[in-house]
């Protein structure tokens, strides 16, 4: 099993030399508690903060009463881009936000019925849109600062029968932004390959085994991880689907992301170039709790109509057989 974990969260996101980090200053307003606290950019200060990044890779951000936070630049040229984006079509002034920064996915294999699939869990919405990406010959989980490439390309390439670990580390020498990435990988083998970057969130780590690839940033620490390669373990009776809903259940009860939880997903693909298994929580206040319950809504009335579609055996399909007698 490999395993990479961080530490160090005092030193990643230092104040500024001499000035303590203040309460909400303004720009900051508090939502559920399970909600993130977000920082309103102006495209100047944006543009001010990208063009005052440090040499160690550091930005100085001025966030109001001449205040000034250290933030890792990639995030400060996000918030630049996406900023000036708004600008552009008249929505200055309008906080964007940075890209999604995933708590924690599982990538697996189930070796009963080959099928692969991928669930996640996080503090910001619709965690299904940017993580999970499925193949019949592979799955990948791109989270932190998510590079969809990683699974664009990847997964063509696993299907070609390439290792996970052969495919990761080809795609990642050549991404310039391979030190915000997170991202775990399973072929149809079972075989799995992680990647966490050292500017990922503490605490940041992954495992991998026979079948799976565990991954988060910005836990509350290890212990989250374990339980969720725990769990996903000891339930290989079962279902993937329902090992995934699991899996989630369980990183969110050990802790999950320390600011919460707003949006889950499970996505599981068969011998077919479509999901058997698509269950998205886009926001929700309980997104694991909903998680479950949208888990027994879809297997009562959603999958037995999955099943009855076209087959590339079968491009009937069951469902158009008894509509046509």
Same mark, same amino acid.
């Given at each position: 099993?490999?395993?990479?974990? $961080?530490?160090?969260?005092?030193? %990643?996101?230092?104040?500024?030399?001499?000035?303590?980090?203040?309460?909400?200053?303004?720009? +900051?307003?508090?939502?559920?508690?399970?909600?993130?606290?977000? *920082?309103?950019?102006?495209?100047?200060?944006?543009?001010?903060?990208?063009?005052?990044?440090?040499?160690?890779?550091?930005?100085?951000?001025?966030?109001?009463?001449?205040?000034?936070? %250290?933030?890792?630049?990639?995030?400060?040229?996000?918030?630049?881009?996406?900023?000036?984006?708004?600008?552009?079509?008249?929505?200055?002034?309008?906080?964007?936000?940075?890209?999604?920064?995933?708590?924690?996915?599982?990538?697996?294999?189930?070796?009963?019925?080959?099928?692969?699939?991928?669930?996640?869990?996080?503090?910001?919405?619709? /965690?299904?849109?940017?993580?999970?990406?499925?193949?019949?010959?592979?799955?990948?989980?791109?989270?932190?600062?998510?590079?969809?490439?990683?699974?664009?390309?990847?997964?063509?390439?696993?299907?070609?029968?390439?290792?996970?670990?052969?495919?990761?580390?080809? *795609?990642?020498?050549?991404?310039?932004?391979?030190?915000?990435?997170?991202?775990?990988? /399973?072929?149809?083998? $079972?075989?799995?390959?992680?990647?966490?970057?050292?500017?990922?969130?503490?605490?940041?780590?992954? +495992?991998?085994?026979?079948?799976?690839?565990?991954?988060?940033?910005?836990?509350?620490?290890?212990?989250? *991880?374990?339980?969720?390669?725990?769990?996903?373990?000891?339930?290989?009776?079962?279902?993937?689907?329902?090992?995934?809903?699991?899996?989630?259940?369980?990183?969110?009860?050990?802790?999950?992301?320390? +600011?919460?939880? %707003?949006?889950?997903?499970?996505?599981?693909?068969?011998?077919?170039?479509?999901?058997?298994?698509?269950?998205?929580?886009?926001?929700?206040?309980?997104?694991?709790?909903?998680?479950?319950?949208?888990? $027994?809504?879809?297997?009562?009335? /959603? *999958?037995?109509?999955?099943?009855?579609?076209?087959?590339?055996?079968?491009?009937?399909?069951?469902?158009?057989?008894?509509?046509?007698?």
């Amino acid at each position: 099993m490999g395993v990479r974990h $961080g530490g160090h969260a005092a030193a %990643r996101y230092p104040a500024h030399p001499g000035t303590p980090r203040p309460p909400a200053p303004p720009g +900051h307003t508090s939502r559920r508690r399970d909600q993130r606290v977000a *920082l309103t950019r102006t495209v100047n200060t944006a543009q001010r903060c990208a063009a005052d990044a440090e040499p160690d890779g550091w930005a100085v951000e001025v966030v109001g009463g001449g205040v000034c936070w %250290r933030v890792p630049f990639v995030e400060v040229l996000t918030a630049a881009t996406v900023t000036a984006t708004d600008a552009g079509s008249g929505n200055a002034g309008r906080s964007s936000g940075y890209l999604p920064t995933v708590t924690f996915s599982i990538a697996a294999r189930c070796p009963r019925t080959g099928q692969l699939g991928v669930g996640a869990l996080t503090a910001r919405p619709a /965690v299904g849109k940017f993580v999970a990406h499925v193949h019949p010959g592979g799955v990948v989980a791109t989270q932190a600062t998510p590079n969809p490439f990683l699974a664009y390309d990847g997964l063509p390439l696993l299907g070609e029968g390439r290792s996970p670990q052969d495919v990761l580390t080809e *795609l990642l020498a050549r991404d310039p932004g391979r030190e915000v990435r997170q991202v775990g990988m /399973v072929d149809r083998q $079972g075989r799995s390959h992680a990647f966490t970057g050292s500017r990922t969130r503490d605490w940041a780590g992954h +495992h991998t085994g026979p079948g799976f690839a565990v991954q988060g940033n910005r836990l509350v620490g290890p212990e989250t *991880l374990a339980e969720i390669v725990r769990v996903f373990e000891d339930s290989r009776e079962i279902d993937l689907a329902e090992r995934l809903v699991l899996a989630i259940e369980t990183g969110e009860e050990a802790g999950g992301d320390r +600011h919460g939880a %707003r949006s889950a997903t499970v996505t599981v693909i068969g011998d077919q170039p479509y999901p058997l298994w698509d269950v998205r929580v886009d926001d929700a206040e309980h997104p694991a709790r909903e998680l479950r319950r949208l888990h $027994g809504v879809f297997q009562e009335e /959603v *999958l037995p109509t999955v099943q009855g579609m076209p087959t590339r055996d079968d491009p009937m399909g069951e469902a158009a057989r008894q509509a046509l007698g």
